[in-house]
């Protein structure tokens, strides 16, 4: 049901995005490369907005926040409250009070976009119940701001990959489609390891700085990758976008933001059968991506679960193409013992 600002107390709006996985470029766009990532629609969030006049909140979601006039001040709102606040500020009804359900079905902190996602759901939720138009760029700016507090300093990726409506190529803040001409398989694998994002970039940002001629080749190497792994994308050249994904995790290695379980879990995925496997996300725990062919897809993502990932899903290349997404295009498994 929508209103005009004031709502009303039966009113209510709702809002979606998406998880994102991140194909190459993790940490480096921070740093001004590019990077390629594609949204998950398999794994969604949804919100709720209401207006209320409490303090508590009614309904029970994954998580839920108040934000507003009325809302209590925390030392450290969370990424979708910052974004929500923002939103009111702009569109001039920061009197008024939300509450705002998140329904997520992204496992947190495990590189897949789960603040980003988690702040467009919530905002376009709050623009749903007062009517308010988003347009593009106003719903990145809005995703960024709550970002900036979950990442200390974010690229804007995720909050492009979980707005967009296929995979893409981002650079400088610009997000645009790219061709995917293959048809393969990518086997996510989450470790089980919640890693923070915050303390992988600031990790990063420190070993860069230390070293800044030795930055500049790796942040190099990483642009020449990363063109290398599009190109590779588009031309359905599935080896070499495999290793290229490997040769990105040896750099994201020297980076210092892979782990022993990751190393063990891209290992598995090698001898599988995959073309390549990295982490996807900030490290330190989270996910890995796998590339294999669309046969092997199952015997890869057992061989992930018996290395300890706690759970697995397989994503068709062929269903990425821009604007063509589908929910059935990710298939999740659960983890089986090994
Ligand atoms: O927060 P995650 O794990 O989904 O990954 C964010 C990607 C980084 O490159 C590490 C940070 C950024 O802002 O680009």
Known sequence: MRHNSPATALAQGTGQAVAKAILLGEHTVVHGTPAIA???????????ARPTTGSG?????????????????????????????????????????????VYCDIPLARGLGSSAACAGAAVRAVADLYGRELDPAALYDLVQCGEQVAHGRASGIDASAVLADGPIRFHAGTARPIDVGMDAALVIADTGVSGSTQQAVADVRRRLAADPRAARRLLDRAAELIDAGAGAL?????????????????????????????????????????????????????CVLALTDTDAAPSVSTALRRAGAVQTWTVRTAGLRAGALSLSASTPERGIPS
């Open 38 to 48: 594609l949204p998950l629609p398999a794994l969604p969030v949804r919100a709720v």
């Open 234 to 286: 588009s031309a359905g050249q599935t080896r070499t976008l495999g290793a290229t994904m490997l040769e990105f995790q040896d750099l994201l290695g020297e980076l210092g933001v892979s782990t022993p379980h990751i190393d063990t879990l891209v290992a598995a995925a090698l001898a599988a059968g995959a073309h390549g496997a990295k982490l996807t996300g900030a490290g330190l725990g989270g």
């Open 57 to 101: 909140i009614a309904a029970s979601g994954s998580f839920g926040f108040l934000a507003g006039a009325a809302a209590p001040a925390t030392p450290t709102p969370s990424g979708p409250r910052v974004a929500v606040e923002e939103a009111l500020r702009r569109w001039g009804i920061e009197a008024e009070t939300v509450e705002v359900v």
